[in-house]
């Protein structure tokens, strides 16, 4: 190999790994960033994800609260929380939105709730009798979301989170 061939060899090899860096770190910034929210570890709520214009998220209902979800604004959700026969009683057996006039009697098998969301922000969701309470987190843009975005958002609905003492308030 002659030296101008070494040196064009080089050029290209180093060009790869510059292009491949500056992905890697373009990734990290604004491409990927529905990733990172999925991916983060101290992101505990359940994402929606979209398809056909609909919102689709499952979660499971723990016999002591309410799952905290993430939805996007604007795009119909439809919510389908599980529940166990075992895991329904008397206090987590009827769930209310006040944002949105909701209020379900939780079933075993599915529970299907719908509800479209038109701006960001945090809307509490809770028990019937205010004791176990949740949240549901509306952002912008489901793909585009951080940890931070999350934290920064305001209540918007319904009465603000309260911890009382009861027969069912437990640590969340
Ligand atoms: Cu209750």
């Known amino acids: 190999m002659d030296t101008v061939k070494k040196s064009k060899t080089l050029l290209v090899v180093s060009l790869v790994i ?15 960033p529905g990733k990172s929210l999925a991916a983060e ?21 723990p016999q002591n609260g309410y799952p905290v979800i993430t939805v996007q604004k604007g795009v119909p959700v439809k919510w389908n929380l599980k529940a166990d026969a075992t895991s329904i009683n008397s206090c987590n057996g009827t769930l209310v939105i006040p944002e949105f006039n909701i209020k379900k009697d939780l079933q075993p098998g599915d529970n299907i709730i ?9 809307i509490p969701y809770s028990c019937w009798m205010g004791m176990i309470n949740s949240q549901i ?36």
């Not at 719908?114 to 945090?122: A, K, Y």
């Open 18 to 32: 510059i292009v491949v860096i500056a992905a890697m770190a373009f990734g990290r910034g604004s491409l990927l």
């Open 41 to 61: 570890t101290g992101n505990s709520s359940k994402l929606a994800s979209i398809t056909n214009g609909v919102q689709e998220i499952e979660t499971q209902l």
């Open 114 to 122: 719908e509800f479209t969301p038109n701006q960001s922000g945090i």
């Open 137 to 172: 987190n509306v952002v912008d843009a489901l793909d585009k979301a951080t940890s931070s975005d999350i934290s920064n958002l305001s209540v918007i609905g319904g009465p603000a989170k309260r911890s009382g003492a009861g027969c069912c308030s437990l640590s969340q």
